[in-house]
């Protein structure tokens, strides 16, 4: 069910990757005490319990392949549902999979209570794309081979960590269902507090007033601290994109479909550009699964 003003993304993709996973035909984060194990001969360690303090994981610690998911949202739930779909549903041997906790997920009292200025959220978003540097960066360090994929209010977390960080922040992206520049009359309605829709993946609507609830206010105002962003500008001292696989929804009623001008950047950049028929949700179904075996050549379990 959609409703009338949405602009808000996708929470839990389990139930949406089930149906995926059935159609496909496919078939515990361990975080009890590690059995000690000697670093590999290159450099990979086990996971540092700082590391580990902002984490969840799903596979073997000393894997020479991170694949970092960013969940749906903005939630002060921490999302691990990807993860352990992720792993339950591919071949993940040699990798290790992991989502990282965004700034209200590690102290959801940041949402509640007052409303927060579009600049506190700014301020708490920065916070979460500095932990996510910060977990890509230490296993980068080690050597490792580290691939993004972030889908929905991911993708746009995805965005701002190669706006702020650089392309070569991690090896391969992953980007479902995200807009590098979300219209204006969306992103200010959300910086008030109100949600919003796109009719028929184009037009928007936005609603008359704030929402009641004002964690929900404040999670909009985070929304809005990175959809206000333009990432074709941000994007364009980047030479080149090869890295990126970008799907969006021709119908998409929660961010919008892309733009022709912002089709027309991703192709002169040589993005991977996927263009999928359905909505938010039909999108995530149908290219979740195709998504992650294609860009990170992962093997479905039999």
Known sequence: M???????FVTNIALIV???????SCSNDDNGAPVPVEPTTNGITDISEEIKNLIYFQGEEQAPTVL??????PSTE???????????????????????HQAQTLDSTVVKGTDLSLEQAVDLNDESIAMLDEVMSYFKGQGRTVYLFGLSFGAFITQ??????????????????????????????????????????????????????????NLNRISAGYSRNRYT???????????VTYVYGAMDEAVGRLSEAEVAFLESKNT??????????ETLEGFFLVGLETTFDLEARQ
């Open 68 to 73: 970092i998911t960013v969940p749906g949202g």
């Open 2 to 8: 959609t409703n009338q003003y949405r602009f808000y």
């Open 272 to 281: 991977n550009l996927f263009e999928g028929p359905g909505d938010h949700t």
């Open 78 to 100: 921490f999302g691990t549902d990807i993860v352990d779909t992720v792993f339950e549903s591919f071949d993940t041997t040699d990798m290790l999979t992991v989502t990282v």
């Open 233 to 243: 500008e941000l994007f364009a001292p980047i030479t080149d994109l090869s890295s």
């Open 160 to 217: 701002e960590m190669i706006a702020k960080n650089g392309i070569d922040s991690a090896d391969k992206y992953l980007i479902i269902t995200g807009r590098l520049d979300m219209d204006q009359l969306v992103w200010e309605a959300a910086a008030e507090g109100r949600e919003a829709c796109f009719e028929n993946g184009l037009t928007p609507k936005v609603a008359p007033e704030p929402d009641p609830d004002v964690k929900e206010r």
């Open 18 to 24: 089930a149906l995926a996973i059935i159609t496909a």
